[in-house]
Antibody, heavy 122, light 107 residues
Framework: QVQLQESGSGLVKPSQTLSLTCAVS??????????WGWIRQPPGKGLEWIGY???????YYNPSLKSRVAISVDRSKNYFFLKLSSVTAADTAVYYC??????????????WGQGTTVTVSS | DIQMTQSPSTLSASVGDRVTITCRAS??????LAWYQQKPGKAPKLLIY???SLEIWVPSRFSGSGSGTEFTLTISSLQPDDFATYYC?????????FGQGTKVEVK
């Protein structure tokens, strides 16, 4: 079955760029009807949607993060990526990648990675 | 931005209790609302989509209802495995938003 796995730097210095990768296994990232997104959860807090890239390549971002976020995809490797620039301590969180069903009879974020912890600190 | 507000933030209940969580949207999201269950240290899991459709793994004691701006998640008879935090999430707009979460804890 399809699985997602996040990877990337666990420690980022303030003002630098956070970079994460989500590897999709067991299925193709190019399959129609899905979007591939990122969600984060600061310690002890709730979920915050960061954005997604659709199967057609369209991107949508949280307006509060839009100026600092970029989500991209490498279809040849079945990966998608998150870059978040100019990070501060407020960006410290567990970062999840997730698959969202955007067409068809079902919907919602039906598949999640296990999450990766990113700490912003000098 | 569409804001999602859940109530209560914390709910204390016992096994066998009927539990209801409310989620309100700042503007209509039609039926484009999902509920997620999250346990400590784990990723969220999709419970309900399109306001009332259960994911295949979800027991029938869970139900969702509502449309427009007001939604509810009900657990008809709380089981030990149900103690967790629950989040609603709208996907009516291109920018998705989550509620702040409701923690269901042991009374």
């Amino acid at each position: 079955q399809v699985q997602l796995q996040e990877s990337g730097s666990g420690l980022v210095k303030p003002s630098q760029t956070l970079s994460l990768t989500c590897a999709v296994s067991g299925g193709s990232i190019s399959t129609g009807g899905y979007a591939w997104g990122w969600i984060r959860q600061p310690p002890g807090k709730g979920l915050e949607w960061i954005g997604y890239i659709s199967y057609s390549g369209s991107t949508y971002y949280n307006p509060s993060l839009k100026s600092r976020v970029a989500i991209s995809v490498d279809r040849s490797k079945n990966y998608f990526f998150l870059k978040l620039s100019s990070v501060t301590a407020a960006d410290t969180a567990v970062y999840y990648c997730a698959r969202e069903v955007i067409t068809g009879t079902t919907s919602g974020m039906d598949l999640w990675g296990q999450g990766t912890t990113v700490t912003v600190s000098s | 931005d569409i804001q999602m507000t859940q109530s209560p933030s914390t709910l204390s209940a016992s096994v066998g209790d009927r539990v209801t969580i409310t989620c309100r949207a700042s503007q209509s999201v039609s039926i484009w609302l999902a509920w997620y269950q999250q346990k400590p240290g784990k990723a969220p899991k999709l419970l309900i989509y399109k306001a009332s459709s259960l994911e295949i793994w979800v027991p029938s004691r869970f139900s969702g209802s509502g449309s427009g701006t007001e939604f509810t998640l009900t657990i008809s008879s709380l089981q030990p495995d149900d103690f967790a935090t629950y989040y609603c999430q709208q996907y009516n707009s291109e920018s998705r938003t989550f509620g702040q979460g409701t923690k269901v804890e042991v009374k």
